[in-house]
């Protein structure tokens, strides 16, 4: 990730059948590339910090 880039974490509901009634969504904004949003099927207060290594990894993998 660059200087410039922006991440916002929010806990949002979740609508889906079978999914939590909240979850967590990480957006990744990267000036002069497409954004990124991961979603962590956890509310925020729940995600722990292997849940985040594996969005770092799928960042990674796209970037």
Partial sequence: MDRDDVV???EVD???PGSPDLETV????REGRTSLLFRV???LADVTEDDLDGV???V????
């Fill in 14 to 16: 979740c609508s889906d």
């Fill in 56 to 58: 770092a990894d799928r």
């Fill in 8 to 10: 916002k974490v929010s």
């Fill in 60 to 63: 990674w993998e796209m970037t």
């Fill in 26 to 29: 990480v957006l990744i904004m």
């Fill in 41 to 43: 099927e956890k509310r």
